[in-house]
């Protein structure tokens, strides 16, 4: 389904009640599954959480089976571990076809090197994986954290199922540290003396215990800290909090440079508009990738020159990233460049001239929908495509939309601002 996109006629005030936060639900089900208990699959709150829930809801199969994952990155990487260290788990671990070009090579690298019995179906470093779960060592090892935290938060989960305790040597540039002490401190609060500094997790071997954790979602709340930047209106998100195990909650002062104010308050984060913008805009995102589309969309949208490093983990999300936002962007008159190898994004804030109304792809990526919307603000009767991506992570995010003041139409309906000059 495409949706053509209209602003707001008003100044937009809204208030949002975000989903829960997708990353705390998945470790959540991880770790209340080690601990006995099995997530409801109907009582989450996106499609990527629902997968992971209805998989250990089936139970982990014994047969030889195909376990599916379809487009959940973190059920694939947590899963992988998971199966590996349970005894009797035999199965043949898959997942879409994006899926299957995403790295898992450091992951299975170091379930090995504990004992783990994996094998590749297909290609080398990468899904499906063929498993036989066994009883693992733990002890230390070295691990590339280069290409994805998850790997690393994967192993501290299964811990209790080790023999012995598990110490990671994290090596190379480590991605989104920010996922790693969320893991750190939900596990600490499941009664496991997580010890996390920036290169080593230390994890005892020691049971858990059953504990609930839920906040509102950090991540989708940047695409509102984006409406409010680009439509300068008063958005309250219900109930996030400042006190949070989140990283992009770091998305308050990066917005706070393109216009948006932040307010902390018994209702949750009110956003407001400032007129002190920043010339331009330097931040290393390596903390949290998942903020960059929205950060990029406001910063083409305002005219704030931009160069975001740290971003390279943006190939192998659900889409490239990189490239794709390059591409959209691009169908506004703004030339986005990468440099450093393709660790750093830039816009110098020049445009050139654009004759179509842009519709935008958005590659099968929940965050790259949700952050090309936004554009209708400035050019009323965009399309984007393929909106049911959000389901992901975000299932009422254009039902938000409308009820924000956002008009979304069938695409092949005429465009009202023609009809009107027509009058």
Same mark, same amino acid.
């Given at each position: ?273 400032? $007129? ?5 805009? =330097?931040?290393? +995102? %390596?903390?949290?990738?998942? #903020? &960059?589309?929205?950060? /990029? ?60 109304? $842009? ?5 099968? =990526?929940?965050? +790259? %929908?949700?952050?090309?919307? #936004? &554009?209708?603000?400035? /050019? ?44």
């Amino acid at each position: 389904m495409d949706y053509r996109i209209f602003p707001p006629e008003e100044i937009l005030e809204t208030t949002v009640a975000l989903p829960a936060s997708k990353s705390i639900g998945a470790r959540q089900i991880i770790l209340d599954y080690i601990v006995g208990r099995k997530a409801d699959p109907s009582a989450q709150g996106c499609a990527d959480t629902a997968v992971l829930a209805g998989i250990l809801a089936a139970g982990l199969p014994s047969d030889g089976s195909t376990v599916d994952v379809g487009t959940a990155g973190t059920a694939m990487r947590f899963l992988t571990a998971l199966c590996a260290s349970t005894p009797g788990c035999r199965c043949v671990l898959t997942g879409s076809r994006r899926m299957c070009e995403r790295p898992l090579g450091p992951l299975v690298h170091v379930l090995r090197m504990l004992g783990a019995d994996i094998e590749y179906a297909g290609e080398e470093g990468f899904p499906p994986l063929k498993i036989s779960g066994r009883r693992l060592s733990g002890g230390s090892v070295d691990i590339d954290a280069s290409v994805s935290s998850q790997f690393v938060s994967a192993l501290m989960m299964i811990t209790p199922l080790l023999d012995n305790d598990l110490i990671l040597s994290l090596l190379g540039d480590v991605k989104s540290l920010p996922y790693i002490s969320m893991t750190a401190e939900l596990m600490r609060r499941h009664g496991v003396a997580v010890d996390f500094d920036r290169d080593k997790v230390e994890v005892p071997c020691s049971p858990l215990r059953a504990c609930d954790c839920a906040e509102p979602d950090w991540s989708a709340a940047a695409f509102w800290y984006e409406i409010a930047a680009v439509t300068a209106g008063w958005v309250t998100l219900e109930g996030l909090s400042a006190d949070t195990v989140q990283g992009d909650s770091a998305v308050v002062p990066l917005f706070e440079r393109l216009g948006v104010l932040t307010e902390f308050t018994d209702e949750g984060a009110e956003l407001s508009a400032t $007129p002190d913008l920043y010339n331009s805009l =330097d931040a290393d +995102m %390596a903390g949290m990738p998942d #903020a &960059v589309p929205a950060l /990029v969309v406001s910063c083409c949208l305002t005219g704030i020159p931009f160069r975001l490093s740290g971003i390279e983990a943006l190939r192998y999300k659900e889409c490239d990233r990189i490239a794709a936002l390059c591409a959209e962007m691009a169908k506004i008159g703004c030339l986005l460049e990468t440099e450093v190898y393709g660790t750093v994004l830039s816009w110098d804030g020049r445009r050139v001239p654009v004759h179509t109304m $842009p519709v935008f792809d958005t590659y099968g =990526d929940h965050r +790259m %929908a949700m952050a090309l919307a #936004a &554009v209708a603000v400035f /050019v009323p009767g965009i399309v984007v495509k393929d909106v049911e991506v959000v389901e992901k992570s975000y299932p009422a995010f254009w039902q938000q939309l409308e009820s924000a003041g956002f008009r979304l139409a069938d695409p092949a309906d005429p465009i009202p601002q023609a009809d009107e000059q027509e009058a």
